[in-house]
């Protein structure tokens, strides 16, 4: 008994020493870091007492200027945060090659809904890249427009019961029910009907996705650290009845669309073309490979997965700040009125384009909420940091923290304060439009950015058109951040009233 006690001490002093040196891996490169603790290293405490922005943030604070990187610890990893926005552009932009994966975890094998064109690398994401983008030219969403439209009207139409009962709503929940109607339909041809039922089977599978419960934050953290071991174990990278509900759905409808040859301007339409033929229509590109059914359902998933809760969380900010800062609102009504005008009362793609002082707006929201407030590269080769003198490893994960560079008052001068005029083409500078990277940069940008921006900006036009907003005294201000949420969320939700001009 003496001797196995003797044992398993000796084995717990061993796995302890390997871990405390394993947190001195940073500082043995020369790279200042934060210190960690067992078990968690510097993740203590997020998703409960703080977020990971405030973890990133406290990165930023300490060490900008300093250092242009800094180490922290996801449990036992090392991670390189990055603090010096030329660096992370040169990262993302100049020297894309040496960081041209992600890092995510994918097992294609037991999760085919992992292999999406976010999470994959390599040679497998420049085909899916290079097929993909023609699916998201000004052409292919000014055809999806339309879908867009009619759900619009819907959407004004959700308000209507609250006004005549003169009663506030919880504006994160109309968006979201927007855009889960909008992508919906966009991506998989659905009628999802949420705003009409205020929710729908589509809206509480997103609550899987993106409101995981802390046991589901250590899991995706896990996997990620230790990916290898997890495809050895067959584990899924999204919740089996999230691949359950979205993989028959994309069949069915596939399947039903190829029989009756039934041709809608979504998404889904261009991925079957994919699947079909290898390449779009009017790509001049040859179909050197045609997508499977598997791959066509992991690239359907992703566009709900980017222009669902990302587009919502910017729709419903932004609609606060507006009802939050009334002059803005005037004269950002005042400008969709005028060009309304010019388009014969219609909200049309190219009276969208006209709205300058409305995409102002919408880039200072995402200043002030960015929903990707990080970005993850891998190291897919050995990367001398000059500065330093320090050769990052083969396999290194960098962290580019988004969230922190939009709130550096160096950067942008009081950085809480709500203030459009600072995106105007004549006052923003070079140093800000080189921090403002809400939807990264460099080839592996976001490649629905143009459509949720679209997204984003038809809801603020089609309401404001027609209501009026104020901020309800239900809502607590200033607003507090959830921790538990990988978006900017309110905690207590976000509270408006509306009344009609």
């Not at 999406?116 to 052409?139: A, D």
């Not at 991925?271 to 598997?294: F, H, M, P, R, Y």
Request: proline content about 6%; charged content about 25%.
């Amino acid at each position: 008994m003496a001797m196995w006690l003797l044992l398993l001490v000796a084995v717990a002093s061993l796995l302890y020493y390997s871990v405390r040196r394993r947190y001195s891996y940073w500082k043995d490169k020369g790279i200042p870091q934060l210190d960690p603790s067992l078990p968690l290293g510097n993740m203590n405490g997020v998703g409960t007492k703080r977020s990971i922005n405030d973890m990133l943030d406290e990165v930023y604070r300490r060490f900008r200027g300093q250092s242009p990187v800094a180490g922290v610890y996801f449990l036992i990893s090392p991670v390189l945060i990055v603090t010096d926005v030329d660096l992370a552009r040169r990262m993302m932009v100049k020297d894309f090659n040496s960081f041209h994966d992600r890092g995510m975890y994918v097992n294609e094998r037991d999760d085919p809904l992992s292999g999406h064109l976010f999470s994959i690398g390599g040679e497998r994401w420049r085909y899916l890249r290079n097929k993909l983008s023609p699916t998201f030219t000004s052409g292919k969403i000014k055809q999806m427009f339309v879908t867009i439209r009619e759900i619009g009207d819907e959407f004004l139409a959700s308000f209507d019961k609250y006004i005549d009962r003169d009663e506030p709503f919880d504006i994160k929940l109309l968006c979201q029910c927007f855009t889960c109607d909008v992508v919906g339909s966009c991506a998989f041809g659905l009628q999802c009907n949420s705003l009409k039922n205020e929710g729908s089977k589509l809206l509480v599978i997103g609550e899987k996705v993106f409101r995981p419960s802390p046991l589901g934050m250590v899991y995706s953290m896990a996997i990620g650290i230790f990916p290898r071991l997890s495809r050895a174990l067959r584990l899924p990278a999204l919740p089996r009845e999230v691949s359950s509900f979205f993989r028959p759905i994309v069949r069915s409808t596939v399947e039903h669309r190829e029989r009756n040859a039934i041709e809608r301007p979504d998404f889904l339409n261009l991925l079957i073309q994919l699947k079909n033929k290898g390449t779009v229509e009017d790509d001049a590109s040859e179909g050197l490979e045609k997508l499977t059914l598997d791959e066509v359902a992991a690239q359907a998933f992703l566009f709900f997965f980017a222009g669902f809760e990302t587009s919502s969380t910017t729709l419903s900010f932004a609609l606060f700040l507006l009802a939050k800062h009334q002059e803005v609102q005037e004269r950002c009504r005042k400008e969709i009125m005028q060009a309304l005008a010019r388009h014969d009362g219609l909200i049309t793609y190219d009276a969208l384009k006209e709205m300058t002082y409305l995409d102002q707006i919408i880039n200072e929201t995402l200043r002030l909420y960015t929903p990707a407030g990080q970005l993850f590269r891998v190291a897919n080769e050995p990367y001398h940091l000059p500065t330093l003198n320090v050769t990052l490893e083969k396999g290194t994960m960098v962290l580019i923290p988004v969230q922190a560079f939009h709130h550096d008052p160096e950067i942008f001068p009081d950085p809480d304060r709500f203030d459009p005029d600072r995106f105007a083409p004549e006052t923003i500078n070079s140093d800000q439009s080189h921090a403002f990277l809400p939807f990264g940069d460099g080839p592996r940008n976001c490649i629905g950015m143009r459509f949720g921006l679209l997204e984003v900006k038809f809801g603020v036009v089609r309401v404001l058109s027609k209501l009026r907003f104020s901020v309800d005294p239900r809502t607590t201000l200033p607003l507090k951040l959830s921790n538990s949420s990988g978006f900017p969320e309110a905690k207590g939700g976000i509270w408006l009233k509306a009344s009609r001009l």
